[in-house]
């Protein structure tokens, strides 16, 4: 049987005396989507946080390919397309320079700006200065440099938070698209999103 490319096993994190989750367990394997669901509090950005070792889980296993992440912790951020609660966006840079500059930082083979800017409908804004922007463009800013990552792992904290709906509608052919060409992706999220496995916290 054929390892999965996502294998997380035993994942434990506590913050203080409170346990956010236990040993939570789940694959993922290329062309799949997973929603984070739950209450607020349950854990979910936190398990985001945790996959993308911003925060250090206390206990289990995280392996991509067969391979624990945390022994080479630069290839695995390479892998990860991320899309927190805040954009993390330079509010002084253009929206095309900040997707540049995260492409560049990156290190790895990219998709052309063009193609990123009109996942979203952004070529209009491209010189604009992020800081003149409402939320909802900032929020497609940065999903465009998610697809520019062209990272095989997007991890999506609410991603359509702040989105109208043809700006959700982009999203989901975006990650229809990414699903379809191997990719794979974690949302945490209270809208249904189509096709994905489900993946309750408490």
């Known amino acids: 049987m054929t390892a999965a490319v996502l294998d997380v096993t035993g994942l434990a994190f506590r913050r203080g005396v409170r346990r956010v989750f236990d040993d939570l ?5 290329s062309g799949t989507l997973l929603a984070l669901t739950g209450r607020n509090g349950s854990g979910k950005t936190t398990l985001l946080r945790a996959l993308a070792l911003l925060v250090p889980a206390q206990a289990g296993a995280i ?24 954009e993390g966006l330079k509010g002084d840079l253009t929206v095309a320079e900040n997707i540049s500059v995260a492409q560049k930082l990156r290190g790895c083979p990219a998709t052309p700006l063009a193609a990123a800017l009109d996942a979203f409908d952004l070529a209009a804004l491209a010189d604009r200065a ?6 909802g463009q900032r929020r497609r ?10 990272a095989p792992l ?4 609410e991603p359509l938070n702040a989105l109208d709906v043809p ?6 052919a975006a990650l229809a698209q990414h699903l379809a060409s191997g990719g794979m ?5 209270h809208a249904p999103l ?3 496995r489900v993946l309750e916290l408490a």
């Open 194 to 196: 189509e096709g994905a």
């Open 25 to 29: 367990s789940f694959t993922l394997d």
């Open 63 to 86: 392996k991509w390919q067969g391979s624990e992440v945390r022994d080479d912790r630069e290839a695995w951020r390479a892998r990860i397309g991320w899309l927190g609660h805040t």
């Open 141 to 150: 800013a940065a999903l465009a440099r998610v697809v520019a990552s062209r």
């Open 185 to 189: 992706a974690i949302a945490a999220t």
């Open 167 to 172: 700006a959700q509608l982009a999203l989901r």
């Open 154 to 157: 997007w991890l999506l904290d």
């Open 130 to 135: 992020v800081r003149t922007l409402s939320a």
